[in-house]
């Protein structure tokens, strides 16, 4: 039996949480099209009949602007301490730059061996893909190969950053391609070991944040600009029929946008998340949503503790 911990790095909005998804076989951390759309570390985890990959999902890395963000980069330094392996993922639809050279900065000085993921590969041009790749490369050649740029050389390669580096993975966790692949290289990380969670859990957040973040998933695709940065969700009850959660929101502007005209909005949110929150929960239920406005909730710490964020 093998098992282990892989932490997934990466800039916001790369598809981290679609990847640990595809990995794990099912959903496990909600997903939009706006970046810091995950705050906290989720664990997938992905059985197989000889093994345990235990996936932690984070925030992207980011400069922190308030308590919230800087309580995400927080969790994102600790994920890094005792894991067997990192994989870091590009986009290779997005400049391979300066944020993913920070990143590679402090995955390839862990001392543990880190896979690259360049996602995102789905109906790009086999030569722009290529490309891609060299660039991605030439983050694990250390800094030196990276200030050399174009004119780089194995020379100028930073020799324990080189060695850290154990694979490169062009995938699309959108259709599916070099998933397997992927997922068999990070397996082939992981130590002997016992198994951490029973096999037939998927993720270790519990009832409640698995259904509030449900209902932020659906509440973050119907918005857009600074209020999907400004959406939190508490679940407050879950019974037996009814599951009541309020969405909270900053500012009285932002409550009307999140409830909409003649409360389309909000109820279109309860509309989507309902199926899924039912699979969860294995019957049917009434989803009772309210929008209230809590000022400045991202700098509140005791609101954040509240939310375990
Ligand atoms: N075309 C394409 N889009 C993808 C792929 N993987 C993810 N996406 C899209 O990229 C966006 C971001 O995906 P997420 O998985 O939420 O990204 P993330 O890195 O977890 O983002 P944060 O949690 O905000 O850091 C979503 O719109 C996804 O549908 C892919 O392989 N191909
Ligand atoms: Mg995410």
Redesign the pocket.
């Known amino acids: 039996m093998r098992s282990g911990f892989v932490a997934?790095a990466?800039?916001?909005?790369?598809?981290?949480?679609?990847?640990?998804?595809?990995l794990c076989g099912g959903k496990v951390?909600?997903?939009?099209?706006?970046?810091?759309?995950?705050?906290r570390r989720i664990f997938g985890i992905a059985n197989g009949d000889d093994h345990q990959l235990i996936l932690a999902?984070?925030?992207?890395?980011?400069r922190p602007l308030d308590a919230l963000t800087e309580r995400m980069q927080k969790t994102v330094d600790l994920a890094f301490e005792d894991v067997d392996g990192v994989l870091f993922?590009l986009?290779?639809?997005e400049r391979i730059g300066a944020g993913d050279r920070f990143i590679a900065s402090r995955v390839f000085a862990l001392g543990v061996p880190v896979v690259i993921a360049l996602?995102?590969?789905?109906?790009l041009k086999p030569a722009h893909i290529a490309q891609q790749m060299t660039a991605a490369a030439r983050l694990a050649a250390g800094p030196d190969a990276q200030a050399a740029g174009a004119r780089f050389k194995p020379d100028h390669a930073s020799a324990d950053w080189i060695d850290n580096f154990h694979a490169l993975h062009p995938?699309?966790?959108?259709?599916g391609?070099g998933m397997g692949e992927l997922r068999d290289e990070l397996v082939g990380l992981l130590p002997e070991g016992p198994l951490y969670f029973p096999r037939e859990q998927r993720t270790d957040l519990g009832l409640d944040l698995q259904i509030a973040e449900l209902v932020r998933e659906k509440a973050l695709w119907l918005t857009r600009d600074e209020v999907p940065h400004a959406i939190s969700v508490e679940v407050e009850e879950i019974e037996e029929r009814a599951v009541r959660a309020t969405i909270l929101v900053e500012t009285e502007s932002q409550k009307q946008i999140v409830v909409g005209k003649g409360g389309t909005i909000v109820k279109e949110i309860g509309t989507r998340a309902r199926p899924e929150v039912e699979a969860l929960l294995g019957h049917k239920v009434f989803l009772e949503l309210k929008v209230k406005v809590r000022p400045r909730w991202r700098r509140d710490t005791a609101t954040l503790e509240r939310l375990g964020l």
């Open positions: 997934v990466g800039r916001p909005n790369v598809g981290k949480s679609t990847l640990v998804n595809a951390a909600i997903v939009s099209d706006k970046p810091q759309t995950t705050r999902d984070l925030p992207g890395f980011q993922v986009s290779a639809r996602n995102k590969v789905d109906r995938v699309s966790a959108k259709t391609d």
